[in-house]
């Protein structure tokens, strides 16, 4: 029984480490833009820099977004970006 146990808390130590955060998700959908909020301290980040990644993810992909504050960026709606809710940032080592 106390093998099982240890082997049961192993495996849930492993998940953990192995997790897949959400910082950054949609918010919003308004006025042709999609909004999206990030999160501070999702794998020990600021909102700020997880905000910085995405924007720069998104960018690379020739979708038009800015910055809108210290963990909040926009972009506008195309028929190529699709929905505000198909797009996020994740950060951890198993995404």
């Given at each position: 029984m106390l093998k099982l146990s240890t082997l049961c808390i192993l495996l849930a130590s492993v998940a953990v480490v192995l997790g897949c955060d959400t910082a950054c998700s949609a918010s919003q959908d308004a006025n042709g833009r999609c909004y999206?909020?990030?999160t501070d301290n999702a794998c020990h980040m600021s909102?700020?820099?997880?905000?910085?990644?995405?924007?720069?993810?998104?960018?690379?992909?020739?979708?038009?977004?800015?910055?809108?504050?210290?963990?909040?960026?926009?972009?506008?709606?195309?028929?190529n970006f699709g929905g505000c809710w198909g797009?996020?940032?994740t950060c951890g080592a198993g995404c």
């Open positions: 999206y909020s990030c909102g700020s820099h997880h905000r910085d990644q995405f924007l720069n993810g998104l960018s690379t992909r020739g979708y038009d977004c800015k910055p809108e504050g210290y963990n909040t960026l926009s972009c506008t709606k195309t028929g797009h996020q940032w």
